[in-house]
């Protein structure tokens, strides 16, 4: 008994192994050719604000600490709302209503000049960091099953060790760390049009129909043996 070819199913591909429809793949390119433009955008905007930094360090943690001074004055607004809020039970309404004026305080004090609102946003960064840093140390040294445990260890400490210098030497560090900042910047921007360009070959790729990569390539026709 023979079987004709067409039953035999050599010649015919399996579902979802053929040739990829057009209109995905078409769509596959208006999507890439989306994603490195905006990928490029942002890339050379990350870049434009670390220039920036270097050039005015000066300029920049005025403009830094007036952002802190609203982020503190929003925050505060809000929390004297929830002090007031049907949700929130009775005990825990006097911690909401006086961390939300001490906040609006707070965020008061960064308006008054410069120097009070660079010297509010290094404490700030400082204690953070310094709380973290000790209460991921203490995690560390109690927990010795821990995976990575000497990593978060050292990190702890690394952190506490920073706190305690933007403590104590509030405006040098925030200097220092608005020129690490700009640095940082300029690298991620740099690595973002890079990534834009590589996306931007692969969109011309699909929009004329090319292989993404290497492929080994397979004739139309079935293997004589089958």
């Given at each position: 008994?023979?079987?004709s070819?067409?039953?035999?199913?050599?010649?015919?591909?399996?579902?979802g192994?053929?040739p990829?429809?057009a209109?995905?793949?078409?769509?596959?390119g208006?999507?890439?050719?989306?994603?490195?433009?905006?990928?490029?955008?942002?890339?050379?905007?990350?870049?434009?604000?670390?220039?920036?930094?270097?050039?005015?360090p000066?300029?920049?943690?005025?403009?830094?600490?007036?952002?802190f001074?609203?982020?503190?004055?929003?925050?505060?607004?809000?929390?004297?709302?929830?002090?007031?809020?049907?949700?929130v039970?009775?005990?825990?309404?006097a911690?909401?209503?006086?961390?939300?004026?001490?906040?609006?305080?707070?965020?008061?004090?960064?308006?008054?000049?410069?120097?009070?609102?660079?010297?509010?946003?290094?404490?700030?960064?400082?204690?953070?960091?310094?709380?973290?840093?000790?209460?991921?140390?203490a995690?560390?040294?109690s927990?010795?099953?821990?995976?990575?445990?000497?990593?978060?260890?050292?990190?702890?400490?690394?952190?506490?060790?920073?706190?305690?210098?933007?403590?104590?030497?509030?405006?040098?560090?925030?200097?220092?760390?608005?020129?690490v900042?700009?640095?940082?910047?300029?690298?991620?921007?740099?690595?973002?049009?890079?990534?834009?360009?590589?996306?931007?070959?692969?969109?011309?790729?699909?929009?004329?129909?090319?292989?993404?990569?290497?492929?080994?390539?397979?004739?139309s026709?079935?293997?004589?043996?089958?």
């Amino acid at each position: 008994m023979t079987s004709s070819p067409n039953s035999s199913g050599a010649g015919d591909s399996p579902s979802g192994t053929g040739p990829p429809d057009a209109s995905a793949t078409g769509l596959l390119g208006v999507v890439a050719n989306l994603g490195w433009q905006l990928l490029l955008t942002t890339g050379l905007a990350t870049i434009a604000l670390g220039v920036v930094i270097f050039a005015w360090p000066g300029e920049t943690l005025r403009v830094v600490g007036v952002l802190f001074g609203v982020y503190l004055l929003v925050t505060g607004v809000f929390q004297l709302a929830a002090a007031f809020g049907t949700h929130v039970p009775g005990h825990l309404r006097a911690l909401h209503f006086f961390t939300g004026a001490f906040s609006v305080l707070l965020g008061l004090l960064c308006f008054r000049g410069t120097l009070e609102s660079l010297l509010l946003l290094a404490l700030w960064i400082g204690f953070s960091w310094l709380l973290r840093g000790v209460m991921t140390t203490a995690t560390a040294a109690s927990a010795e099953a821990m995976p990575a445990r000497g990593w978060m260890l050292f990190s702890g400490i690394i952190g506490m060790l920073a706190g305690i210098v933007l403590i104590v030497s509030p405006f040098t560090s925030i200097a220092a760390l608005t020129l690490v900042a700009g640095a940082m910047a300029v690298v991620l921007g740099v690595i973002e049009v890079f990534h834009a360009i590589r996306l931007r070959l692969e969109a011309g790729r699909l929009a004329s129909g090319a292989p993404a990569g290497r492929r080994p390539s397979f004739g139309s026709h079935p293997h004589p043996q089958h």
